[in-house]
């Protein structure tokens, strides 16, 4: 008996804790840097919610290259709160952009890809944008 009412205990704790989740909503998926000029600013930034009932803690961000440097928020992110996480491209790298951006969190979906996307160009890239 004793331990059909542990068993029983244990189960109602896991459905308990399973109840309350975080959930993660970005505003984009995606940041579009458009035509930039080589060496401008390449900070840019993804809006997100926590459309969950319980605290989302955002454990990791890590970009697919080194030269996008992403930065993650401080601390947990409360139920209805929004937030950010900072992206920086190196925009000294002439030519297209085209990187992910990986977010690891305790949210029902665990792991979200997001992308950059844009073109850097060189200081003399058109002959004619000089005339």
Not at 46 to 69: H, M, Q, R, Y
Not at 84 to 98: A, E, L
Not at 114 to 130: A, R
């Amino acid at each position: 008996m004793k331990k059909l009412a542990l068993m029983a205990l244990v189960a109602f704790i896991g459905f308990a804790a399973q109840a309350q989740q975080a959930k993660i909503s970005f505003k984009d998926d995606t940041v579009d840097y458009g035509t930039i000029a080589k060496g401008s600013d390449g900070v840019r930034v993804f809006e997100f919610t926590n459309t969950g009932d319980a605290p989302l803690i955002i454990s990791d961000v890590k970009s697919s290259c080194g030269c996008t440097v992403p930065k993650k928020p401080d601390g947990p992110i409360a139920p209805g709160a929004s937030s950010t996480i900072q992206v920086k491209y190196d925009t000294n790298r002439v030519g297209p952009i085209r990187k992910t951006i990986t977010v690891y969190s305790n949210a029902s979906e665990p792991m979200v890809a997001l992308k950059i996307k844009g073109e850097v160009m060189s200081d003399s890239s058109s002959v004619l944008e000089k005339s």
